[in-house]
């Protein structure tokens, strides 16, 4: 196995004339478009280097959460930038990696099991503790 680093065109795309709240509002729009319930935004801003933002949203069923991933990844390739999906056959999450924003599509059972606002939001109640 290489230790090469993937190549660029592997990478999920970011583009320089499209910022973070617009990425945010593009998912936010795909999304509701579909239907999509209980959106969520999480500002990770200084938080992770993982992302700027999660974007969550809940689909009814694993049939309305495929489409609105599929839903997301077609306006973020018409605004030019390549997804990179995970949890596409599954259904029950799928993540969105738009760089440096991360949308995560759940069905009910899936976002309370996994509580993305609870973990997400004790990190930021332990940073300020910190200070």
Same mark, same amino acid.
């Given at each position: 196995? *290489? ?11 970011? *583009?320089? #004339? ?8 593009? @998912?936010? $729009? ?19 280097? @993982? ?5 969550? @949203?809940? +689909?009814?069923? @694993? ?5 609105? #991933? ?9 605004? +030019? ?5 995970? +949890?596409? #056959? $599954? ?10 924003? %991360?949308?995560? %599509? ?14 997400? +939001? ?10």
């Amino acid at each position: 196995m *290489s230790n090469c680093p993937p190549h660029p065109n592997l990478l999920p795309q970011r *583009s320089p #004339a499209l910022p973070e709240l617009d990425l945010v509002d593009l @998912v936010r $729009d795909a999304a509701e478009e579909r239907k999509g319930e209980d959106i969520v935004v999480l500002d990770l801003v200084g938080r992770t280097i @993982v992302a700027d933002a999660f974007v969550l @949203v809940t +689909g009814r069923s @694993v049939i309305q959460t495929r489409a609105l #991933a599929d839903a997301i990844v077609a306006r973020a390739a018409e605004a +030019g930038l390549r997804a990179r999906l995970e +949890g596409h #056959a $599954d259904g029950g999450w799928i993540l969105i990696d738009l760089g440096n924003v %991360v949308a995560h %599509v759940f069905t009910p059972e899936q976002r309370q099991f996994y509580n993305l606002e609870r973990l997400w +939001g004790r990190v930021a109640e332990a940073r300020a503790e910190a200070r």
